[in-house]
């Protein structure tokens, strides 16, 4: 007994299958390589970034101690109270 949603099925298959004639299936482990590829890439940026972040960071620490950058604000030259 075929239904109607049986031969929907069937030629949705058979018309995937004339898509993919002559390609080969898709790998699970280069789909693997891939992600974790893509993974450490990001990771990677996402160090560089942080590395770069703590350098700004110990240079304005550095230039603090040696006194050559305040984090006081000056009162302007003709700001009366």
Do not use: C
């Amino acid at each position: 007994m075929f239904t109607t949603a049986h031969k929907v099925a069937t030629h949705a298959a058979s018309a995937a299958g004339a898509r993919m004639k002559g390609r080969r299936p898709p790998s699970v482990v280069r789909e693997i390589v891939y992600g974790m590829s893509l993974g450490l890439f990001a990771g990677y940026l996402w160090k560089l970034h942080h590395w770069s972040n703590q350098r700004r960071t110990r240079e304005f620490y550095a230039l603090l101690n040696e006194g050559r950058i305040t984090v006081v604000v000056d009162e302007p030259a003709g700001a009366k109270d």
